[in-house]
Nanobody, 121 residues
Framework: QVQLVESGGGLVQAGGSLRLSCATS????????MGWYRQPPGKDREEREL???????????GYADSVKGRFTVNLDTAKNALYLQMNKLTPEDTAIYYC???????????WGRGTQVVVSS
């Protein structure tokens, strides 16, 4: 497993932006599928929803319909960090955001501890 530490969450007004960071102990990324998940208030761990994903090999990305056009995921291999740029935030984006890595060959999953995002109306 890899170590993941999220940061960058906070309180923001609707329409604002935040950039989440996920620092990782991983040093090579071609064997990982990486993603940002979120757990809205009142939801259980099992109800975390995928927000955005990126493949370490090829860099292909995917987004939930609810965030397409507003959120952007990117990987900085020089800084060993995954980012999530969130624009045009709405109260519905309020959640704890988690970074997740999964090895594509052995399906070993690692989670960070999350960072709280609160969007006020």
């Amino acid at each position: 497993q890899v170590q993941l530490v999220e940061s960058g969450g906070g309180l923001v007004q609707a329409g604002g932006s935040l950039r989440l960071s996920c620092a990782t102990s991983a040093r090579t990324f071609s064997n990982y599928e990486m993603g940002w998940y979120r757990q809205p208030p009142g939801k259980d761990r099992e109800e975390r929803e995928l927000v955005a994903s990126i493949m370490g090999r090829g860099g292909g990305t995917g987004y939930a319909d609810s965030v397409k056009g507003r959120f952007t995921v990117n990987l900085d291999t020089a800084k060993n960090a995954l980012y999530l740029q969130m624009n045009k935030l709405t109260p519905e984006d309020t959640a704890i955001y988690y970074c997740r890595f999964e090895t594509t060959t052995t399906q070993v999953v690692s989670w960070g501890r999350g960072t709280q995002v609160v969007v006020s109306s």
